[in-house]
């Protein structure tokens, strides 16, 4: 039972710019709804906020506000705030939903979609069993063409995603070994630990091995997860096993070419995330964000079979082109390559530093 | 021996713009030229640089590029960025210098500025004694009018002087008693700490009460200094004893009178530095910068002649307007309020959240 095509008319016309609803305004959200907002191909139709916090007064200086219930509605007029109603409404509007509520209620809020027949994104906290394809620019875009459920694998995958695939298309990726670095929380929470120890994941692989493979047609994929006290990005110690013998030359080229790729050099001021993420302010994008992953130069090793190298992952930002591509894929708007040139045009991810 | 104004022609008529020049592009280098490049009245010569890493190559793309000594040009155009000559070139076309080289370094700097016939204007980590007037906005603008050589206080003495000097003006201060709970290190920097301790300082009063003598008269400033692994902010947990019996009323009517103060609550979603840096990127100024101190309103204690209040400090950027507002006073160009006004208006400071 797929649902039908809301934009098009029985003639086959299309009606305009895909409206869009973003249900959730934190870390995601906020950004995929900036992300829409400046595609010539949709626009942001409100967003779903649950408590009128600081974060509610700056989004609705840009955005139309829905409250998550009406007994909420209540306590955004008591501190000055319009909602304009509940998600229930905005649903009534929209072609599509963009899920980014925390993980585990994405799943809990699908049936509400169904019922509205309202095509829905989650993000990587949900499960892969929920939906109709998971997604990813680079790997597998034409997966959710169509589909009316889909899911944004999470910042990690995504970041793996990105730079295994484009090795994978020219040489071959027979097996892939990861160390994933993970950083706490994120920058605006003060709650979450560990602020002093390091957690490794317990069970092997990690989850993110098998999450790579919802997206990538991958042999082998073994992660380990260790989550250590900082907030700014993650990293990765990547070891690929290649099908055809590869050199570090031919690993630079390659990662030219993709422009959600970019290759930083310690020995230009970049030796830690610190310094990434600075350069991120000063590159003088909203909210200083990186979506692009960064994979240090110095530390790319490729020898016959084998290749390693080191990326750095904006995890508040990288999955947000991916979500503007994703409703692209599921509305049948535009092929891959044209909706990723439109998203990084329009993102400023231009490839290089 | 004054330096002349060298912007006035004999018949008193004026240049245009003020022509200035950045000294050192690191944390308040970088955000001076860029509130200097919005004002109407001020135009940027050109930074200068000492080494051809990122923060160059981001700069590059919007101002001239000098390098700090003939020796470093070569290393430049090896990494294909082009410096159009040294400080020395820079010095022999501007009306003022921004010297925001580390600390220390200023005071080496300030005999190449006498001897270029050049007014300067340095930062908090240089000594008093070395200038003919320490600067803040709020508590003494005709210090520094027309001087050559002017220090803006320190981003802590910076957020004391305004909160200080506003109770003051209205209430009278007799004394003051600080404990400044210090960021470690900003958060480009990956390579000092401390990471995992905190550290008191060790001489009392910290230099900062007596700092805040420079640019403000109260008879007595107490103040203790304590360094925590964080890169975010620093919090002052403020005692004033004042000249009238004040209220809680009195003073967040008092602090709603001036744009760089602002007042935040814990319940609006801001418990801590977390949120309220999530909220300065939410409120879309480049690289996330709060001009503005934050005072919790729930923190506001007033008894009699005891105010209590606690406040957080961007110091990153709290420095910013004092510089721009410090040129005008040194030039002549404009009076406190006007320049003050204009330096928010540009700066889009607006005094409330």
Known sequence: MR??????????????????????????????????????????????????????????????????????????????????????????????????????QGEKNLP????????????????????EASFNAYSNFMDSWGKD???????????????????????????LDATIIRRATDPNDSKKGPINSVEPSLKFPSHHGPDLKTVLRIGEANTVAIKVPTTLMHVHVVNLTVDKSITEDDVNDLFKEYRRIITIRGKDGLPSTAQIMD????????????????????????????????????????????????I???????DRESSVDETDRTLEIRGKT
Chains 1, 2 share one sequence.
């Open 149 to 175: 459920y889909v899911r944004v694998v999470s910042c990690n995958t995504t970041a793996m995603a990105r730079t295994v695939s484009a090795v994978m298309n020219r040489f071959g990726v027979r097996k």
């Open 3 to 104: 649902i039908p095509q809301r934009r098009t008319l029985c003639t086959g016309e299309k009606l305009g710019m895909i409206k869009v609803g973003i249900n959730g305004y934190g870390t995601i959200g906020r950004r995929v709804a900036d992300a829409v907002r400046v595609q010539k191909d949709m626009s942001v139709v409100g967003i779903v906020k649950t408590k009128p916090d600081y974060v509610a007064r700056e989004a609705s200086k840009n955005y139309r506000l829905f409250c998550s219930g009406k007994e909420n509605l209540k306590s955004f007029s008591e501190e000055g705030l319009e909602a304009e109603g509940t998600i229930d409404d905005l649903l009534d509007d929209v072609d599509i939903i963009v899920d980014a509520t925390p993980e585990g």
């Open 279 to 326: 350069m991120a302010r000063e590159m003088g994008r909203k909210r200083g964000d990186l979506f692009e992953i960064a994979v240090w130069k110095e530390s790319i090793y490729a020898n016959n079979n084998t290749l390693r190298y080191i990326q750095a992952v904006h995890q508040e930002s990288d999955v947000v082109p991916e979500n503007v591509d994703a």
């Open 112 to 131: 509400m979609y169904r019922n509205k027949k309202v095509k829905a994104i989650f993000q990587g906290g949900e499960s892969s069993g929920m939906v």
């Open 328 to 334: 692209r894929a599921m509305l049948q708007e535009k």
